[in-house]
């Protein structure tokens, strides 16, 4: 089991920033990939950016490619979202996910999810 809490959501005006923050606990973080989703209303739930557990390798949406950072931390058992440029069309809920091992760019394939965190980007 890994229980997951988003926090640093919240509302910003077009081009600015915001770094959520993902803490991890219940299996051994370095043992994890990790992701970031999110979802607008009306939407489906749409992949970010990802994370192996070494860090070695990171994948991004095509949408966010050069504005998004992720990077984690496995001492801190953390992983983060560094928000830059921030654009209406960003807004939605982001949600952190977990999977065992090997780094996952689809929804389907993370077991283990978090509460989710509001993003607003105002224009």
């Known amino acids: 089991q890994v229980q997951l809490v988003e926090s640093g959501g919240g509302l910003v005006q077009a081009g600015g920033s915001l770094r959520l923050s993902c803490a991890a606990s219940?299996?051994?973080?370095?043992?994890?990939?990790l992701g970031w989703f999110r979802q607008a209303p009306g939407k489906e739930r749409e992949f970010v950016a990802a994370?192996?557990?070494?860090?070695?390798?990171?994948y991004y949406a095509d949408s966010v490619k050069g504005r998004f950072t992720i990077y984690r931390d496995n001492v801190k058992n953390t992983v983060y979202l560094q928000m830059n440029s921030l654009k209406p069309v960003d807004t939605a809920v982001y949600y952190c996910a977990a999977a065992a091992y090997a780094l996952k760019l689809r929804a389907a394939e993370y077991d283990y999810w978090g509460q989710g965190t509001q993003v607003t980007v105002s224009s």
């Open positions: 219940g299996r051994t973080f370095n043992n994890i990939a």
């Open positions: 994370i192996s557990r070494s860090a070695a390798t990171t």
